[in-house]
């Protein structure tokens, strides 16, 4: 049970990223084998003894797309811990947010200013027509460090947002808190497709969808897959659009750590058989030459309750009433200081509006 418990707890951070729960050490050599790895952050490094803190964890998710598709990163989250390896801070990068995305001599791409959601795709062109999330992961790293001044990713992994619902529906939904209304910009209340205006085929509608519309409503409710999924991926209608999207996304995250470790799970092998399979074929992941069970028990410390959910205060920018993108306050300068001094939480006692609300 002391090894269930603490695989299960040491691997939240992974499970975060479509990672994996691990029961036993025979569990743990059956499916770590399960979970894809591959060089994503560029010049694997050798493996050290021991995965100790500061680190930095660069988590990233896109949809499913086939290979013929340019891959965009619809979700950026890094995971902070602290040297004292007891707590997880996680903040989110806007992806409309308009940076400076450096040259990448893989593809050609010359480097230029766009928003951060581009750099995977501009990092991911093979040269055949044909598209590797897994390299554009490398540019979108070297973005991120570029903008936050972090200087290397300790470990990263790309999250398929259909892995996540497959996940939640093996651990049999998940209980999460919604704090303000939503509508679903492409679900209908039984959770079939939204019908699409005939007129809108080209992709050039900003709403292409028509009909009744999902809701959720505040209160707490316990969600299938399909709903958690539906719920953290809307933007639209929200007063604060993509930073109201941005804390869902955090909160579904620590919804599910603590669904992860309820009992419903850990004392179900049938249950963790089924999360474990799911969880194998949603994540990519690159652990610096560690694998997941190496960061599992590296971060065993951490549960649901350590997490400390933050948002970057921001704005829209326009330019003749043109959306441009997203905006970061000046303030997040030192935000990004305190990251890389490992001083978040003098940071954050100095600045307690970088906390998000309803965590």
Known sequence: MWARLCAISGCV??????????????????????????DLLGGRAAKVSDIMGPLNILLVGIDP??????????SIIIVHVPAAMDQAYLFSIPRDLVVDIP????????GGRSKINAAMGYGSSLGNGKHDPAQGFELLAQTVQRLTGIRQFDAGAIVNFGGFKKIVDAMGGVTLTVDQHVKSEHLQPDGKPRPRYARCADNSCAHPYYGPQA????????LAGWQ???YVRQRYGLPNGDYDRQ???QQFIKAMAQQALSRDVVTNPVTLDRVLKAAGGALTFDGKGHSVVDWGFALKNIRSANMVLIKLPGKSLYEGGDYLGEGLDPSATDFFAAVTRDSLATFLFEHPEYFSNNA
């Open 13 to 38: 951070l992974m499970l975060l990223s479509g990672g994996a729960l691990i029961t036993g050490q025979l569990l743990m050599a059956r499916y770590a084998g399960a979970v894809q790895n591959k």
């Open 65 to 74: 797309r086939n290979d013929e598709q340019t891959p965009l990163s619809d």
């Open 103 to 110: 040259p990448f001599d893989k593809t050609g791409f010359r």
């Open 215 to 222: 809701e959720y409503r505040p209160g707490t409710y316990h």
């Open 228 to 230: 958690a999924l539906d």
């Open 247 to 249: 804390r869902h996304q």
